[in-house]
């Protein structure tokens, strides 16, 4: 077991490792954001005195070497806009994020699990079709598109709800579920075809025989049996959240990570935007080695593979 550990536990540190080389180098062919930063009526001495401050006067390995060794450290620089520490900002904003992340993931089982399971137990029927149709489209429709429809409805037309920013339950509600949107359409798809096998059992049967309830049957038995792998995989998708979050902030003007990253895009805040997506990676990585660190010990014959 030790060393599976050690191997799952070596892949994550590539992954991080291939993910901040990636974006290091991205960021730069988006030009010397030298210029964004200076006065209109700096001189070239300015501006070659500022680039040297920056670095950016060295050579692209030169700079790649420093940014691994300082990264190495926990130091991703400051940030070009704002003047403060990257890694800092990033921290500041992420309980935001984590508080719509967790959200949507509360948002997408209630609904997707319901759903999974009349689909199932009304296989072929009218309201399987109907739920087919619903997480056909969940999957379907990109999220900012749904975020703005969402936003014309329920802020605009009966204005129950706000159009975005923070600070209450309500300016949660529409940005939690336009981010659960697809993830509930995925766990209701899975949630029926895992319930479908179930259903299919003797057990099921002999339970059938003893006159027991439909609730019964459904919720005290089948569905007992599908929840470890429904849960397993949602707790996976929390990374997939995480990263979504990022344009979902953005169509809500929430307070979080994903905002923070997209100005800093705009501007070209090189250290902002490392530090944003190292910590996203991270985050998704952890989640990741975590899951199969208990799928190795729940199964052992994964650790073989």
Known sequence: MLGYILKRGVQTLVVLFLTITLVFFLIRLSGDPTYLYMPDDA???????????????????????SFLNDVV??????????????????????????????AALFVA??????LGVISAYKQNTIYDRI??????????????WLGLLLILVFSVVFKVLPSGG??????????????????AARFARFTRSTMLDVLRKDYIRTVKSTGASTFS???????KNTLIPIITIAALDLGVLLGGAVIIESVFSWPGLGQLLIKALMGRDFPVVIAGVFFIALS??????????????????????
Request: aromatic residues 12%; charged residues 15%; hydrophobic residues 50%.
């Open 109 to 114: 089982i209630a609904v997707a699990i319901p």
């Open 217 to 223: 049957i459904l919720y005290k038995y089948a569905l």
């Open 166 to 183: 923070g600070g209450s339950g309500l300016h949660l509600i529409l940005p939690a579920v336009t981010l659960a949107a697809h993830s």
């Open 284 to 305: 998704i990585s952890i989640i990741n080695f975590f899951a199969d660190i208990l799928y190795g010990l729940v199964n052992p014959q994964v650790r073989v593979k």
């Open 131 to 144: 739920g087919t149709g619903i997480t056909v489209f969940g999957q379907a429709i990109p999220g900012f």
């Open 43 to 65: 001189d070239e001495e300015m501006v070659e005195q500022f680039r040297e401050q920056l670095g950016f006067n060295r050579p692209l390995i030169v700079q790649y070497g």
């Open 73 to 102: 450290q926990g130091n991703f620089g400051e940030s070009l806009m704002y003047r403060k520490d990257a890694l800092g900002m990033v921290l500041a904003k992420v309980p935001a994020t984590f508080q719509l992340a967790f």
